[in-house]
């Protein structure tokens, strides 16, 4: 398998840098490659979490596996397709939250079906994470409402977008410092035993999180033409298809842990890429923005805050006590179907 993901992203900067090459191909060779990038990423975060609990994993993982986002969302602001930057970020929290979760549960809630078909978690990370959403949400739904009015505030939301991008990391750090500290359960240390040696680990974490920022721009470059050839919107684009290939990690390494038994640091890897996303990623692209060619706000059009907040409380009262079933994460995938069916239209 890594020899595999050698190969495809060795094909995918040659695509990148050939003339005469389909744009398509170039397109599909850049998917690949950060979807395979993302497993290295995977691996080689849940080798390093044999040595450490649940939650210190799942931060891990969580900030590795977003280094594709955050390298499109860059590229994508700095070739002045905004639209695409807003969207991927949204649609990294979305499907996070809908789509990946909801698989997770269904497959953690299959495990137990010989038992009573409920997988079982902590509680405490859900809560957390729907609290960042939330108050992440809080500003978008300020600038969104003030938009629509179009008042005074509505001339500012630049400015607004700063100050509020450097509250949110404040509160974000503050929840760190307090998840990181606090001791784990039993049941959520991480089972198992490592098969690579932590030098390797750390070794494959760093090839891999380089190699997908430049993969990140091949992708970004070959994304435009492609959306003209296949005549697809930029909405579903960031939305779908570059949420779901940035977040491969978790949707590969999450399914499986669920699958495996290790619930807690399922939803730990989950939902810490989730809380991550709204309240740490998305601020802080929002100040680095300010150095690309295209600022980023939190300003977004009406559907995207419906959807927001939707998907906060619909999580919020899935997860929050702790129980989940194969009927609600079937739910939360049909969510996310809904929504890139609109995305589609737009």
């Not at 979490?49 to 590795?64: N, P, V």
């Not at 602001?77 to 639209?83: D, F, I, N, Y």
């Not at 809630?109 to 960042?132: H, K, V, W």
């Not at 509505?154 to 949110?168: L, P």
């Amino acid at each position: 398998m890594l020899a595999a993901v050698v190969v495809v992203t060795v094909l995918a900067g040659l695509a990148r840098y050939a003339h005469g090459v389909s744009r398509v191909i170039a397109f599909v060779l850049a998917l690949l490659s950060l979807a395979g990038l993302a497993w290295i990423v995977s691996l080689a975060t849940e080798e390093v979490g044999e040595r450490l609990g649940a939650a210190a994993t799942g931060l891990m993982q969580s900030t590795i596996g977003n280094l594709p986002e955050f390298f499109v969302v860059i590229f994508a602001l700095q070739a002045g397709q905004k639209v695409v930057a807003e969207t991927a970020i949204l649609g990294s929290i979305l499907s996070n939250a809908l789509l990946v979760l909801g698989l997770v549960i269904v497959a953690g809630a299959l495990r137990e079906r010989n038992r009573d078909g409920i997988m079982r978690f902590n509680a405490r990370l859900p809560n957390d994470t729907a609290t960042l959403l939330l108050v992440s949400s809080f500003i978008i739904v300020l600038i969104g409402l003030a938009r629509g009015a179009g008042d005074a505030a509505s001339h500012h939301a630049r400015t607004i977008s700063i100050i509020g991008a450097v509250v949110i990391l404040i509160v974000y750090a503050t929840w760190l410092r307090q998840y990181l500290t606090t001791p784990e359960s039993a049941g959520m240390r991480v089972k198992g035993e490592p098969r690579l040696t932590l030098t390797a680990s750390v070794a494959l974490l760093v090839i891999a999180g380089t190699a997908s920022a430049f993969v990140s721009d091949w992708f970004i470059n070959a994304l435009e033409p492609t959306i003209d050839t296949l005549h697809i919107s930029k909405a579903f684009a960031g939305l779908v298809i570059v949420a779901i290939a940035g977040n491969a990690v978790e949707h590969a390494s999450g399914v499986v842990l669920a699958a495996k038994g290790q619930s807690d640091l399922a939803i730990s890897v989950v939902k810490n890429s989730v809380a991550q996303i709204a309240a740490f990623l998305y601020p802080l692209l929002v100040l680095v923005s300010l150095l690309t060619a295209t600022t980023l706000t939190f300003s977004l059009a009406p559907v995207y805050i419906g959807a927001l907040i939707g998907t906060a409380v619909i999580v919020w009262q899935i997860t929050g006590d702790g129980e989940a079933t194969v009927f609600e994460g079937t739910a939360l995938v049909a969510t996310f179907v809904i929504l890139a069916t609109v995305a589609a239209f737009e």
